[in-house]
């Protein structure tokens, strides 16, 4: 018996290239009514603080494609245009 699929989710691409300082932007975690979107560290030294201001020191990821329902408000927010949603067919 095959379970009906109601809801797939969704590739979200983000191209770090242009998303360089997510930490300090943040302007698509704040929209997103779903919490779709995280940051994390990349550069980290123990004992020592990442400076957020310091391009490539954090990065935007996704978390949960899942919950993503496609409003695109994160897209029509980006400021570098750096997030592509993409349904599959």
């Known amino acids: 018996m095959e379970i009906p699929v109601t809801h797939k989710a969704p590739s979200i691409e983000i191209d770090h290239s242009k998303c360089t300082v997510p930490f300090l932007c943040k302007k698509c975690l704040l929209i997103c009514p779903q919490v779709v979107f995280g940051v994390h560290a990349v550069n980290v030294e ?3 603080e990442t400076d957020p201001r310091v391009p490539g020191s954090y990065q935007l990821g996704s978390g949960p494609r899942f919950k993503c329902t496609g ?3 994160c897209i029509n927010v980006c400021p570098v245009d750096a997030i592509t949603i993409t349904w599959p067919g």
């Open 71 to 73: 409003c695109n408000d």
């Open 46 to 48: 123990r004992l020592k």
